[in-house]
C-alpha cells in the first residue's frame, strides 16, 4: 500500500494562497490517479479534484478556477496549489492514491473516497 505525507497547510486570510505538498512512497505515473479529498469539522468528506488516466483533471465546482492540481513524477510529489482561499475551504486536505482500475476518465470524485488510499491530512484553516 502506497504511502503518503501531506504538508503545507496552515492558517491565512480569505484571499490568500497555500501549496499543498503530498510525499508518495511510491511511483504514482504508472500505478495509481491521484487527488485531492477534504473534510470540514461536522461534514462529510468532499473530493476536491483528481486526475484521471488520460490527465485529465475534474475539480469540484466550488474550487474551479482558484484550485490547481499538479504532480512532478521524478520527486514522486502531488501538490495542491490553492489560490483566493474562502473561509468555506477550511478543512483537513487529504492527498488520495487510487489504484488505475478505477481511473476511468471522467470518473466521479467520490471514486478518491471510495477507492483511494489516503495519507494523515494537513490543516487548512482561513479565518475571514
Known amino acids: 500500500q502506497v504511502h503518503l505525507v501531506e504538508s503545507g497547510g496552515g492558517s491565512v486570510q480569505s484571499g490568500g494562497s497555500l501549496r499543498l505538498s503530498c510525499a508518495t512512497s511510491e511511483d504514482i505515473d504508472s500505478t495509481y490517479c491521484m487527488g485531492w479529498t477534504r473534510q470540514a469539522p461536522g461534514k462529510e468528506r468532499q473530493g476536491v479534484v483528481g486526475?484521471?488516466?488520460?490527465?485529465?483533471?475534474t475539480y469540484a465546482d466550488s474550487v474551479k478556477g482558484r484550485f490547481s492540481i499538479s504532480q512532478d513524477n521524478a520527486k514522486k510529489t502531488l501538490y495542491l496549489q490553492m489560490n483566493s482561499l474562502k473561509p468555506e475551504d477550511t478543512a483537513m486536505y487529504h492527498c488520495?492514491?487510487?489504484?488505475?482500475?478505477?481511473?476511468?476518465?471522467?470518473?466521479?470524485?467520490?471514486?478518491?473516497?471510495?477507492?483511494?488510499?489516503w495519507g494523515q491530512g494537513t490543516q487548512v484553516t482561513v479565518s475571514s
Open positions: 488520495a492514491a487510487m489504484p488505475r482500475v478505477y481511473c476511468s476518465p471522467g470518473y466521479s470524485l467520490n471514486r478518491l473516497i471510495d477507492f483511494g488510499y
Open positions: 486526475i484521471d488516466s488520460d490527465g485529465t483533471t
